[in-house]
């Protein structure tokens, strides 16, 4: 069964982009919806999130929002009498020079630290992937997270050697802080931990998560769980919102992305890893989630030029 130690045992997180954002009164922050989790940490001021389609959620001062991938939202500073200031994009680049200070803080009502991370559990799986709800969570002065994540922006404000390392590590402090936090408060807020309440899904999830090139079936999936196979499909879509099966393919094309981005392995090979045995099909299933070929993908991913949405935050 996948225990929480062994979750957090596995976890691997990289910050890749890193930006302090000054909004005025009636400004907003326009967030795209990116394929990685973005954190978003109010130094100081107030304002709210919103989403399409839902309503404002207040933003304090110290409070930690975690939006997860392909979640489009806006970030707004309390609006002042008088005209809205026009919107600005996100910013999510981190330099070599330490942190990019977007916007002027002379008469900022709202100051925010804005990234882009990777949280995976053994490279295999995103820690936010199926999250379907952003997180929001406010941090005490006394409170270790805050400490943590106030040390990692120190740490990007004046780089020097290993700062890259560091802040991998810092941030990854953090959100073991949070999982804990969530698991001693009894909140599962997250897919996971949801699984990890039930040994009977966390036998499935460990095998899948194992080994997602197996020929997984929902029968065998629910004879792993003991469970039968109605009860396995209703408790697995209670925690993760997805059928096993449409779960199962998600994580082999999330996998088979991350080994599009980070190796030279040929397109054959890559479907194979992931359990496909045709590359064709293999294509056509990629398309279909990441509306580009594998191919295309890979050249995207390693062409800055061939993604402006992610490159930089300013007006």
Known sequence: MILLETLLAGLEVRVETFSICFLEPGQSLELPAL???????????????????????????HDFLVLPPRCP??????????????????????????????GASG????TLACGRISATY???????????EPLIDGFAASDGIRRTFE?????????????????????????????????????????????LEDPRLGRALEAILSHPESDFSLEGLADLAGMSRSAFASHFHDAFERTPMDFVKELRLNL?????????????????????????YFSRAFKARYSV?????????????????????GG
């Open 35 to 61: 394929p990685q989790a973005s954190v978003h940490y109010v130094l100081d001021g107030a304002g709210s999130m919103s989403r399409r389609d839902r309503g404002p959620q207040a933003l304090d001062r």
């Open 73 to 102: 939202a806006s970030l707004r500073c309390g609006a002042a009498s008088g005209a809205t200031a026009a919107p600005r994009r996100s910013c999510e680049r981190l330099s070599q020079a330490g942190l990019l200070l977007e």
């Open 107 to 110: 008469r900022a009502a709202l």
């Open 122 to 132: 053994q490279s295999r799986v995103g820690l936010f992937d199926h999250l379907s």
């Open 151 to 195: 040390t990692l922006l120190g740490e990007l404000a004046d780089p020097e050697p290993g700062t890259k390392a560091m802040a991998d590590a810092l941030m990854q402090q953090c959100l073991v802080l949070i999982l804990r936090r969530y698991c001693a408060r009894g909140e599962c807020r997250l897919p996971w931990l949801s699984a």
């Open 256 to 280: 088979a992305a991350r080994l599009l981005s980070t190796t030279d392995l040929p397109v054959k090979v890559v479907a194979r890893k992931v359990g496909y045995a045709s590359r064709s």
């Open 293 to 313: 070929d594998p191919l295309g993908f890979r050249q995207g991913s390693q062409d800055p030029g061939a993604a402006p949405e992610s490159g930089r935050l």
